[in-house]
């Protein structure tokens, strides 16, 4: 399969996973934007920049090579001409990366830094490193601000200046950043790890010192999968780690008072994998085993849903007011970055 339209995929009509009836629905052809080179992972996607690594994500794997980051356009599939990453002694791996309006910034788990994307002179880009961080740079999931980036590590949940800095602890081990708005940045805090670090909890950070405010208490496995927001509520997918379960598609309220289940499903017929949203409609991705790779969207005015064909195995997804874009692993075992008018 070449890296050009391929044939629309219709989704099958009838009952979902959970009984809801569903109505098939065609975007249109799937356009193939990017396709990564062997032994790619997926770090990121955004509606700005797709961000894949290659290497071995081994954290306690001494590697002395150079890492290679792909930061690829979203909406063109053009990658930027990148140098690797410059690492330590013991090389890199890479094991976060976020890249948004306010940057592309990358976690060395090897050599404890945080790097952002420049432009310099006579190469177009380079690395920049902003930060060392005291404790090992875990990074799986980073978020940023118009001024800041947020991270996590072995000593907490951190902050520093999109431009570098002095690093800032805001929060003990444990913490993760999910999100970022106004003067508040959410996060996932972890329970006892003498107890499969159960529960979990979403909280909202005040960045003026207060106490933070819990918002939500899960029992599975978080709030990181899918979580969006918007000007009144949180969305997050909540995957049931019992078999038989049932996983779910949740909005909460800013203020944490009002869960709403938006859908459910039973975890012996579909695996939820990503999750996100435009004024219009909900779109999720699940595994459904068996019957293969699905992409849902969901009316916001009436709850009406469709199937959308799935392009390959399709996983993240990210969506803005003209077009949806998926990463699947196609019939090669190659991931492609896929493009779909709305």
């Given at each position: 399969?070449?890296?050009?339209?391929?044939?629309?995929?219709?989704?099958?009509?009838?009952?979902?996973?959970?009984?809801?009836?569903?109505?098939?629905?065609?975007?249109?052809?799937?356009?193939?934007?990017?396709?990564?080179?062997?032994?790619?992972?997926?770090?990121?996607?955004?509606?700005?920049?797709?961000?894949?690594?290659?290497?071995?994500?081994?954290?306690?794997?001494?590697?002395?090579?150079?890492?290679?980051?792909?930061?690829?356009?979203?909406?063109?599939?053009?990658?930027?001409?990148?140098?690797?990453?410059?690492?330590?002694?013991?090389?890199?791996?890479?094991?976060?990366?976020?890249?948004?309006?306010?940057?592309?910034?990358?976690?060395?788990?090897?050599?404890?830094?945080?790097?952002?994307?420049?432009?310099?002179?006579?190469?177009?880009?380079?690395?920049?490193?902003?930060?060392?961080?005291?404790?090992?740079?875990?990074?799986?999931?980073?978020?940023?601000?118009?001024?800041?980036?947020?991270?996590?590590?072995?000593?907490?949940?951190?902050?520093?200046?999109?431009?570098?800095?002095?690093?800032?602890?805001?929060?003990?081990?444990?913490?993760?950043?999910?999100?970022?708005?106004?003067?508040?940045?959410?996060?996932?805090?972890?329970?006892?790890?003498?107890?499969?670090?159960?529960?979990?909890?979403?909280?909202?950070?005040?960045?003026?010192?207060?106490t933070p405010t819990t918002l939500h208490v899960s029992y599975t496995y978080g709030f990181s999968s899918g979580f969006n927001f918007d000007a009144s509520f949180f969305y997050?997918?909540?995957?049931?780690?019992?078999?038989?379960?049932?996983?779910?598609?949740?909005?909460?309220?800013?203020?944490?008072?009002?869960?709403?289940?938006?859908?459910?499903?039973?975890?012996?017929?579909?695996?939820?994998?990503?999750?996100?949203?435009?004024?219009?409609?909900?779109?999720?991705?699940?595994?459904?085993?068996?019957?293969?790779?699905?992409?849902?969207?969901?009316?916001?005015?009436?709850?009406?849903?469709?199937?959308?064909?799935?392009?390959?195995?399709?996983?993240?997804?990210?969506?803005?007011?003209?077009?949806?874009?998926?990463?699947?692993?196609?019939?090669?075992?190659?991931?492609?970055?896929?493009?779909?008018?709305?």
């Amino acid at each position: 399969m070449s890296c050009s339209d391929v044939a629309p995929q219709d989704g099958a009509a009838g009952s979902g996973p959970d009984d809801v009836v569903v109505t098939a629905e065609a975007l249109g052809s799937w356009t193939s934007l990017y396709k990564a080179a062997a032994d790619a992972r997926t770090l990121s996607l955004t509606t700005k920049y797709a961000i894949f690594a290659y290497g071995d994500p081994d954290e306690d794997a001494c590697q002395t090579d150079a890492a290679r980051v792909d930061v690829v356009l979203t909406n063109l599939g053009t990658r930027l001409d990148t140098p690797p990453l410059p690492g330590g002694d013991c090389g890199t791996s890479v094991t976060g990366a976020v890249g948004d309006d306010n940057g592309v910034f990358i976690a060395d788990y090897q050599s404890d830094s945080i790097y952002k994307l420049v432009a310099v002179p006579n190469l177009k880009w380079g690395w920049q490193k902003i930060a060392s961080t005291t404790g090992s740079a875990y990074g799986s999931r980073m978020v940023t601000s118009s001024t800041h980036l947020y991270w996590h590590d072995s000593d907490g949940l951190q902050r520093v200046a999109n431009s570098g800095g002095a690093v800032t602890t805001l929060a003990a081990r444990g913490n993760m950043p999910l999100g970022f708005e106004g003067s508040y940045l959410y996060a996932q805090k972890s329970g006892d790890p003498n107890q499969g670090s159960w529960p979990l909890t979403l909280q909202r950070l005040p960045l003026s010192g207060q106490t933070p405010t819990t918002l939500h208490v899960s029992y599975t496995y978080g709030f990181s999968s899918g979580f969006n927001f918007d000007a009144s509520f949180f969305y997050f997918i909540d995957r049931d780690g019992s078999l038989p379960g049932t996983h779910r598609l949740i909005r909460l309220t800013k203020s944490g008072s009002t869960l709403t289940v938006l859908r459910e499903m039973a975890s012996t017929d579909a695996y939820p994998l990503d999750f996100t949203l435009n004024s219009t409609h909900y779109y999720w991705t699940q595994d459904e085993f068996e019957d293969g790779y699905r992409l849902y969207r969901q009316k916001i005015s009436d709850g009406s849903i469709s199937s959308i064909g799935c392009t390959a195995e399709c996983g993240a997804v990210v969506v803005s007011s003209s077009n949806v874009y998926v990463i699947g692993l196609d019939t090669d075992d190659r991931i492609r970055l896929y493009r779909s008018a709305l």
